[in-house]
């Protein structure tokens, strides 16, 4: 049985819309931690290397909570 309102948390997978798939992949995609490519560019230029290290291991380690919290509770 589909709800009868278009909310982009559904509990049936084949239920989801092309819409609802979206939404849940642009979530996911700005869940992401920071990649290398910052860290990379500060040391090449001699800029804050160590501080942008340090933020990419931050992003990290907090994606894996918020994602693992978004999974759960997107379903």
């Known amino acids: 049985m589909k709800p009868s309102f278009n909310s982009p948390f559904t509990p049936d997978a084949t239920s989801c819309t ?4 979206a ?8 869940a992401l931690p920071t990649g290398t490519g910052p860290f990379m560019l500060a040391e090449f230029y001699g800029r804050e290397a160590s501080l942008t ?3 990419v291991l931050a ?9 693992s919290a978004y999974l759960a509770v997107a379903g």
């Open 18 to 21: 092309s819409r609802q798939v």
């Open 59 to 67: 992003s990290t380690v907090l994606s894996i909570a918020t994602i």
């Open 23 to 30: 939404v849940h992949t642009c979530v996911l995609l700005a």
């Open 53 to 55: 290290g340090r933020i």
